[in-house]
């Protein structure tokens, strides 16, 4: 899948309470893309943790969003950063913060922290 | 239930240590709501934690209170706001935040949390 | 128990270390009194933090001290603050903090948190 | 509702592999029904162990007929037995186990476990 | 309080389902007494657990049928016996045990397990 | 892929012990294969407890068996048993048991569990 | 101290109960004796489960018991066996079990479980 | 290391009360050997249960004999099996279990579990 | 032994890293001592953190000097302060800071923070 | 292995996303090396956390250059310090932290934590 028709998986819906800086944290331990070199499976637990400003992310479509990564062949650092970018050009959020934990390959795990903070 | 009405529900008592800024944490974990598109029913752990000013919340009268959103269909970023609103009209307090913990959907779980600073 | 009486309970013994500033940490799991208005009784987790000036509390008196409240009709945030008033009264510590959580209520659980600072 | 309406929430397919002794062990963590003298609301944990002879539930339809009891006043020992009857007239399992565990109620917790045993 | 009156306190309701030999637990972690020779308090964490004949023994008056325990001086092994006997005599139960997990003492804690057996 | 070729990616070793009846247990927590009606991905946990009789299961070739159901349409029930038939066809252990544990789906979680037994 | 002079220090009580088969279970995580090689403390926790006939052993004496092995050097099997032994003497236990597990030496840790049956 | 250079370091002690069957318990968690085809290292939390005839296994012996394991190449099934053996040929126990529980590797963890039974 | 003679005991290497402030941090889970006043022994968890300047201190010598307390008769927030203290003196550490949690006595556990700050 | 052989085991890749401050934090539970004193094993949990340059490491060859200190006879926070050298020394990153938890030895616990901030 292209990375743009990926983008237009996520749905938005409008923020009910944008005068407020509340915070959502979505947690989806069911993750899981594929290794491009080994092709073996890679899994992990996302949690997304955003200020909305004028859009939050529906989470039946950001479920759908991210099992479209199911089959796609990408690095653990360069899944956290792309998901994060899309979700920011999409909802252009106050902040946010992906963590993504990966599950161990070799006795060793990793997790990826990326933040985006609004340019104001 | 018009929204007039549930705050009715929230009875409160005077804050017998006034002049402490001391913290009231109150962890109520059988909330339950209803989903507006799905009809099915969605649970979440309240955590409220407030300073109080002049008065404090009275425990079953908040129970209560979280009770008749039982058949209430609203979405998760709006009753937690919803609910804030609601306590800091009736308490007035000097700060207050609310933490909503829902249980997964999809896999997927979200949790809301929401802060009022008393404007000094 | 006159309030008087019961801080009289409380008895101190000398800071061997009066210099440094350093934390007593004491947590008293089985601190149980009466609720004022239905008679039922109220079971809490006592976690008392401080730090001495000339006095510390000495621990078996402390423990006489919270077992008369055993049957004293009392309210959480007014007992949490009552406490912390006497050792405070007793002690005149450096800073000195009580967290008191209480167990469910209709499946609500509250915890008080108040904090004495010295004036300097 | 009436006691055949609910019974008639309940789907069914077809066990794909009745040679074999297996067993299914389902964890529904949502249930709430209403105490009938109080009309307060009980929470609980059921989890329902069966071996299917000839039909498995299915379970969509297991999570509907549950959500029935939302409103509906019944006591901790009669949904517990009235849910394995249930079950068991519309599954005729092998065997069948249902535990319910609900939540405390003035700090005391109850759990009811039923079992089912066909007579051969 | 009298042994006598004391048994008194404990109500019952019929068994709503006599014919299935079904198990009901209750955990009761709030139970205190007094050591009848120090005069310092006891806690313990009561389970009991028990298959009804005719009678199931009411959960409020369960309740305050312990709470009759506050000011009494028993021993441990003593006060575990004496409930089980009571609602043995009450309920006529066709199994009953009763567990008794009470907090260190001196750094020590201990559990007293009894069981009835119905002679049939 | 068919069933045929996909019992083929199983490979074994003589076991080193024939003589003595020791257990050996698999625990894979990475397994994932499709819901064939709403075509969502399912996760499951799967520990297999087996005593061999000539044959081991080679330990990665275990692991690619497993990953040919990523994209599989087949129900909790049927591939449990499945997993179970194609490792008694390839493995003819002396007793084999095999638990899979199902992630939450509208709230309820499955778990299916299937035993072997030769018959002697 | 002597193995006789020890055994004085056990003191007992009447069993209230005698006629009911009852358990009593003390566990004791403070146990430390000395290793009769190095000289370097060793330290386990003790859970000691008994069936009373006439006698109970009383708390306070158990634990100055378990105390007069502070300084005692004392390998891991004997004193495990000697401290049932010498309960076995003083309360002539229906049954008894003693499960002693000391921390880890070497990155090694070690429960030694010993059992007394009454021969009837 | 050959086998029976290996099976030399495991010293024993005379068993201090041999007219008891009771139980001794050792777990050992950092047990480490080398895969005999990747040469990557492998590691097992070991847990051995024994009760002992004549004679008990010196633990610091014990802890040198796991040791020598280190540089070894040798599987999951072999080497649990083969520690068993040198343990039951040098102790000649009772009864005796091993329990090898291997850490993941490619998501998958193994435990091997392997019995003897004296021939009485 | 004499507060000398004790901090005698603590031996130290040299720092291998001197120019980059890393932290130490040392877990002691069985220090015991006595109480002063009853004679009865305490048990505490000891964590020490600190960043060394010149030098280490050697962990077989604090093991032998947290040792050297189980028959001294000290207060725990003497003790607490003495340990470090002692320490200070012999590392001149660049910070050091000192946590011991004390087991319960009379059902209240105690636990004493020290720190000490090098003056630059 | 020489210093400089081993640092050569280290293989990087391109920073996928350079102009985020993003975080990546590996743990590698499986790291042992050998005591310079008594030949023993150490073991140790290692977590990195660090902010990417230009260069991340791989993962496989980080697991390589962690089991060339397999035979290696080097001190706790020698080994900490020269991990963290070798990394920033390939690697340059923003910032890295390496926290060193080794297993007990005599009943104590070491964790060692060393920080690298760039110059900038």
């Known amino acids: 899948m ?21 915070t959502i944290e979505i947690v989806a331990p069911e993750f899981t893309s594929v290794c491009p070199i080994t092709g073996q499976p890679d899994f992990a637990v996302l949690t997304l943790t955003y200020t909305a400003d004028a859009k939050c992310v529906e989470l039946k479509s950001f479920k759908l969003y991210l099992q479209s990564f ?8 360069d899944v956290t950063n792309c998901i994060l970018d899309d979700l920011v050009s999409v ?8 963590v993504a934990a990966f599950t161990p390959r070799g006795g060793i795990s990793s997790t990826i922290t990326a933040i985006h903070e609004a340019s104001r």
């Open 2 to 22: 292209s990375e743009k028709n990926r983008r237009l998986l996520l749905e938005t819906f409008e923020n009910p309470h944008p005068k407020r800086d509340y």
């Open 70 to 77: 199911r089959q796609a062949g990408i690095f653990y650092e």
């Open 91 to 98: 909802l252009a959020p106050r902040t946010m913060k992906l």
